[in-house]
């Protein structure tokens, strides 16, 4: 936990223009505190690798310091907690990202240590498959207590959050603008229910002006602070696929749900499973097996997500065989179900996207 004073300082050193969350704390690692890096001389501060006259062409506590001021004014009149970097309070997974924040500011309650984390993103106009979806997801991980994680948005991000809220889940938004305000006001129903289980983290200060391109650092927390990030609906080219870049950047798992080639809202996430970008989710079960979450204690409950309203009496057929017979080829299902073989993959396929059976190597398939 910082002092006032070092607390003065590290926001002061957060503000220096050019400078960047990565070489600040190479400077601090290197000199030990930031009031420290204000009061050595520069000349010494040159001499540590990756560090330029540029980044440092700002470095002036005359100019910073009565900044950094008004701030921690508004931090403590808020009774805002902050997160320091090197902290036991910040986020693990979020330590393990070179551009992770210098500083966290959180109103709520969070607590994500020794948790298991998840983001959750997608289209801002999200359809009523992709609000299904989120809502049976969240409810079908609810046994495991995951952390759910996105950005307060309209859409997917409000889905997740509300998911998370009607099943006791802890969710923190993160956000891309200071905590002197709450975007979109629309929203401003659901800030006490979030602050009472989980909350608000930013790295935006009370002064920092609302920009679209606060978004691309936002999404890089929502990335970095997570185990893995879901993507439920995207259209092709969105907030969200940049989101799924940068985690996959991370070397962080990357899932992205499926749906007709002929929704718009879901062509960017049949983009990323086709290039091998995410992998396919159609129920909890897939998150649980590929993530290695242990189910010994919290067993999922056998909840199957519909992500239509009903099956055909085709898709019936073969979903009754599998829950009668286990796993079976595709030839065999064929022959049993008197379809075709062409006629049967396209069923198999169906009852896949909709969360009911998984593909297994050796041209099998089960039901879930």
Known sequence: MLSQNELLYTLALQRVKNLGDASAKKLLRTVGSAEGIFKEKKAHLLKIDGIGRQKLKELSAAIQLPIAEDELQFITERHITCHYFLDATYPENLKHCIDGPLLLFERGTVNLRNRKIISI???????????????????????????????FAYGVDISAHKAALNNNLQTVACLAHGLNQMYPKTHSRYVAPLEQNGGFLTEFWSNDAFDRTNF??????????????????????????????????????????????????????????????????????????????????HPIQGTQTKLFSELTAEEQTIYQYLQSNGKQQLDLISLACHFPTYKAATLLLNLELQGLVRPLPGKLFEAI
Do not use: H
């Not at 106009?125 to 991980?141: H, I, M, P, Q």
């Open 121 to 151: 993103v997608g289209t801002r106009k999200v359809t009523s498959y992709g609000a299904d979806f989120c809502r049976n997801l969240v409810e079908e991980l609810a046994p495991l207590n995951p952390v759910i994680i996105s950005g």
């Open 216 to 297: 691309l650092k936002r999404n890089r927390v929502i990335a970095g602070i997570s185990q893995a990030t879901i993507v439920i609906e995207s259209a092709e080219k969105g907030g969200s696929l940049v989101t799924a870049d940068i985690a996959n950047s991370y070397n962080r798992d990357v899932f992205a749900v499926p749906g007709r080639a002929t929704d718009r809202q879901s062509l960017g996430c049949n983009n990323l499973i086709k290039s091998n970008q995410a992998q396919m989710l159609t129920c909890a079960a897939d998150l649980v097996y590929l993530l290695g979450w242990d189910l010994d204690e």
